[in-house]
């Protein structure tokens, strides 16, 4: 209800409302005024998003190459359309009388698109070209009018007045031509309609009169919210007829691509910035238009899909709609992702736009792969790179829908703990690590660094789909030429797929060969790929596994007692593995907070002198002792109270003799971790062959300093 009540209140003080019945004059926007879109606006989106999937229907009832053709065009046509009206109301607000019965004769123009569609890819071309020429014209009178009402942007509305005066001339005359040259026409009025923000005078006017990024950039995301609700809802019009568990699986699988779809665009592609880069904003807007024609190709293939028998097999034309419309919406993304910035995300940008174009690689293989499943396994195959693309975001980006729910003008915590360091009860101790913003894209994560840094779920888990999707691309290339592979049945996956398993694996058994030119040179291309695949997965299990794991304990406390009279601060660590860890040696620093003279406040590390700092063998354990003397940073704290220190900082380093290779384990200890007036117990004793034993199970304990029975252990064994 807050949402909505928000919208409206915005809608009411822009234009939401008719504020002069019968005439209202044309006000230019300020850049500087917050706006939202207006009803009249989002009517406009879902009329639009209606004719688009009118034409996608059409198309996945009958699909060829020029009916594809065809309907790119159209969709092109009516999405420039949809732009010009868009940025019209990015920049002047109108809202009488006379320019709704103008939009309303737009919305007729679109709405006569959707009921000719069929016609329209059938090469009836007319209705098409003078509807559309009205809706060109209703924008040259938008102009027109702004031109009279508004001076100080005449010389913008001249211009886009005269630009879509002659685009409808073109779109007019093209009624009257025939089909042939209609085509021809059609090309030159989306060419001039792309072409209107790009040239020269436009990008001057665009200057002067800057658009509203942040309205525009809603009004492209409501455009594709509403093309995936349309678009899904015209799947479960086809299922309306079918049986209840085929209808369900079909429906479910659907939505799981449609939601797969929505997650990448509003997760990743709607809430990022503009890079400042020169016609970054171009090809960020521009690049809407290939993935509006590959949304609505992606649900009218898989419309048909579902329209398929259950049992029977998907003509190729709808699966290859489904898998280029997907992959057309990722390569979209894909370019939408190359002039955005990520400000909260963990790896790079180039590595999530190659990411995207993979699985757009991905996504196409669908189609041949598809010949021999029914309808349920073919939408099952065809949801598959679209969850693995949701799964990448998620382990690339963890924080990225946390952070960017933030403002950027407030602290997301502040800025810094209590000066006791105390953790929330319950909450782990993490006072080393830190979330970054803002971080520059080229210094970022890249999957390397993240495959030696995360689990090892991580990195098997990826070779093993990436190894699977390989395989599955190159058995969808074997597909496109029957009988390419000897002794294979005819348009089997599988064989297929196993085939190309014997190839990347060179394994070669023998029973299936490449038996045309084109196979060979698959078999060529896939082994090649194969060399290069294993030799970086193999390197990356290598590293993986070499990289050297400290195996030191470190007490869970500190104790704070007197040693030769003296109060010192001791905790212990400890060699869990046993093996030999040679010239040890360890640094302790005190974090506290500073404040200035002149009120300054900041965070400082001072080094804490210890009693012994280096070991020539930690191979048992180690009681690691600081004195606070006159010299200690810690000197006059009561280490009991909250204070100034905020944390101690442990690090150990040795040379592994195992690894061959230097390790380091650290600890951070909060105030609340030390316990003044204890003493550790002994974890160690000694067998009659001279051997040691220790206690790990004691390790952490500690007793009052004046309990009988127990000492401390020496400063260092080993």
């Known amino acids: 209800m807050a949402a909505t ?17 019968w005439l ?3 006000s230019l926007r300020r850049a500087a005024t917050a706006r939202r879109f207006t009803w009249l606006e989002l009517l406009y989106d879902v009329v639009t998003g209606t004719a688009l999937v009118a034409l996608g229907d059409a198309l996945s009832r009958n699909s060829t190459a020029d009916r594809f053709v065809t309907f790119s065009v159209t969709t092109a046509a009516i999405w420039i359309a949809w732009t010009g009206f868009t940025f019209f109301h990015n920049r002047f607000a109108a809202d009488d009388l006379l320019h709704r019965v103008l939009v309303l004769l737009q919305i007729f123009a679109l709405g006569a698109f959707g009921v000719t569609a069929p016609r329209v890819l059938d090469g009836d071309t007319r209705t098409f070209s003078v509807g559309y020429g009205v809706s060109q014209l209703v924008l040259a009178v938008f102009y ?102 085929h209808a369900l699986a079909v429906a479910t699988l659907s939505l799981l691509v449609a939601f797969s779809l929505f997650w990448l665009y509003f997760d990743d592609v709607a809430g990022a910035s503009i890079k400042s880069e020169p016609g970054a904003a171009f090809v960020w807007v521009y690049s809407h238009l290939p993935l509006s024609i590959g949304l609505v190709a992606t649900l009218a293939g898989i419309a048909g899909i579902a329209g398929a028998p259950p049992d029977g097999r998907v003509a190729e034309p709808v699966r290859w709609l489904a898998a280029g419309g997907l992959s057309l919406s990722l390569l979209g993304m894909a370019l939408i992702d190359s002039v955005t910035v990520r400000r909260h995300v963990e790896v790079g940008d180039r590595t999530r736009v190659s990411a995207r174009m993979v699985f757009a690689v ?13 309808p349920v396994e073919l939408l099952a195959l065809t949801a598959a790179p679209c969850v693995a693309m949701v799964v990448f975001d998620l382990m690339m980006a963890p924080l990225a829908t946390l952070l960017s729910t933030e403002s950027e003008s407030s602290p997301i915590v502040a800025s810094f703990p209590p000066l006791s360091g105390d953790a929330p009860r319950g909450r782990p101790n993490r006072v080393g690590e830190a979330i970054r913003k803002g971080t520059p894209s080229e210094l970022r994560r890249d999957l390397y660094f993240l495959f030696m840094e995360g689990p090892w779920s991580r990195l098997v888990l990826s070779l093993a789909f990436l190894y699977l999707a390989a395989n599955s691309v190159f058995a969808g290339l074997y597909l496109l030429e029957p009988g390419s592979i000897a002794n294979a049945k005819p348009s089997s996956f599988a064989d297929a797929f196993f085939f190309s398993v014997q190839t990347f ?3 070669g058994y023998g029973g299936m060969t490449p038996a045309t030119p084109y196979g060979n040179v698959l078999v060529t291309t896939e082994a090649a790929v194969s060399l290069i695949a294993t030799a970086v997965a193999t390197g990356l299990m290598v590293a993986k596994a070499s990289r050297p794991r400290s195996s030191t304990v470190f007490s869970d406390v500190m104790v704070l007692g007197p040693r030769n009279g003296v109060p010192a601060l001791m905790f212990r660590a400890g060699n869990a593995r046993g093996n030999e860890v040679v010239d040890a040696s360890v640094t302790v620093t005190a974090l506290m907070d500073d404040v200035s003279l002149e009120g300054h406040r900041m965070r400082r590390m001072h080094d804490m002198t ?40 442990v690090t150990l380093m040795g040379h592994d003799g195992t690894y061959g290779q230097t390790t380091y384990s650290r600890k951070v200890y909060l105030p609340t971790d030390i316990r003044p007036g204890h003493r550790f117990v002994d974890v160690t004793s000694q067998l009659e062959d001279g051997r040691f034993v220790i206690d790990y199970g004691k ?10 029975g127990a000492r401390s252990d020496p400063p260092s064994q080993g």
Do not use: C
């Open 5 to 21: 009540s928000a919208v409206a209140g915005a809608a009411r003080n822009d234009g939401g409302g008719i504020r002069n019945r």
């Open 24 to 26: 209202e004059r044309p």
């Open 144 to 245: 027109s009018r702004a031109r009279s009402a508004i001076g100080e942007a005449r010389s913008l509305s001249t211009y886009y007045a005269g630009l879509y005066t002659l685009s409808a001339v073109v779109w007019f005359s093209s009624a009257a031509t025939p089909t042939r040259v209609t085509l021809v026409l059609w090309a030159v009025g989306v060419l001039i309609g792309l072409s209107f923000p790009v040239n020269r005078r436009s990008r001057q006017l665009a200057t002067e009169h800057p658009p509203d990024v942040r309205h525009a950039s809603e009004r492209y995301g409501l455009l594709t919210l509403v093309l995936l609700g349309l678009g899904y809802a015209s799947v479960l019009r086809v299922l309306s007829g079918h049986d209840d568990g």
């Open 362 to 374: 991905i996504a196409l293989a669908t189609a041949p792969i598809g010949a021999s499943l029914n």
């Open 505 to 507: 694996a060179t394994i």
């Open 610 to 649: 210890l009693l012994r700092s280096r070991s020539p063998m930690f191979t048992m354990t180690w009681s690691v002792i600081h004195e606070i003397d006159e010299k200690s940073p810690l000197h006059g704290l009561d280490l009991g109270k909250p204070g100034p220190l905020v944390a101690i900082i």
């Open 699 to 708: 390790f952490h304990d500690t007793v009052p300093q004046d309990a009988p």
